[in-house]
């Protein structure tokens, strides 16, 4: 299954540049997601536009899939970018600043995503989990009764992606998928969390 990351954004509330390529502990964002999907035994594509000509430049130099949207929006870009690949299978979607995801998590994904037999799925988790990490999100869905905010993870079927696709909509009691920076206070965050792993491995 394909992964198309989206990294066509221009990070204007981190105001720090592309924010793909912001770092923690020097490697960047969307490093950290590439990673995880392929060790999860998928097929990175990245999802650029315009605006990030830096992210571009940093795929071309290791050889990473990519392909340059117009920028037209999240989901418009989503769009082209299957019908550019011709894309008629399920395939993931996922934004570039969900440094935390692990491969474990992405598997789980894909698993209960079959099982539904749906022909797309969505990625939650509970809002008093991302409330209690110190990240925030400008949109409240509920999902099992459970007030809660889109992880940033999709899957999508390619052969109709034109139209609404009926989903199914899992939520993950998860902290991997809290931290999707958007904000400086939020990246403060992650990155006390990150120093805290790498003390705990001295």
Same mark, same amino acid.
């Given at each position: ?5 989206? +990294?066509? =954004? ?6 720090? @540049? ?11 964002? #969307?490093?950290?997601?590439?990673? !995880?999907?392929? +060790? !999860? ?5 990245? #999802? ?11 795929? &071309? ?7 340059? !949207?117009?920028?037209?929006?999240? #989901? ?6 299957? =019908?550019?690949?011709? *894309? ?7 934004? !570039? ?13 894909? @698993?209960?995503? &079959?099982?539904?037999?749906?022909e797309a799925c969505s990625v939650w988790v509970p809002r008093d989990l991302t409330m209690n990490a110190g990240c925030r999100s400008s949109y409240v869905g509920q999902v099992c009764g459970v007030p809660a905010c889109p992880a940033g993870i999709n899957i999508l079927r390619g052969d109709i992606i034109?139209?609404?696709? *009926? ?20 990246? *403060? &965050?992650? &990155? ?11």
């Amino acid at each position: 299954m394909h992964a198309l990351i989206l +990294a066509g =954004g221009c990070g204007t509330r981190l105001d720090l @540049g592309e924010k793909p390529l912001v770092t923690l502990n020097g490697t960047p964002m #969307i490093e950290y997601v590439i990673d !995880a999907f392929q +060790a !999860a035994g998928h097929e990175v594509i990245v #999802i650029l536009s315009k605006k990030t000509p830096y992210t571009r430049n940093w795929c &071309r130099a290791r050889g990473i899939p990519h392909f340059t !949207a117009s920028g037209s929006g999240y #989901i418009e870009d989503i769009v082209e970018a299957a =019908g550019f690949l011709e *894309e008629v299978n399920p395939f993931f979607t996922c934004v !570039a600043d969900l440094p935390c995801l692990k491969p474990a998590v992405i598997r789980e994904i894909e @698993g209960k995503y &079959r099982e539904s037999g749906k022909e797309a799925c969505s990625v939650w988790v509970p809002r008093d989990l991302t409330m209690n990490a110190g990240c925030r999100s400008s949109y409240v869905g509920q999902v099992c009764g459970v007030p809660a905010c889109p992880a940033g993870i999709n899957i999508l079927r390619g052969d109709i992606i034109e139209r609404p696709q *009926e989903e199914c909509q899992l939520l993950f009691h998860d902290e991997s998928l809290v931290f999707n920076i958007n904000t400086r206070d939020e990246l *403060e &965050r992650i &990155r006390l969390v990150f120093r805290a792993r790498e003390s705990e491995k001295q």
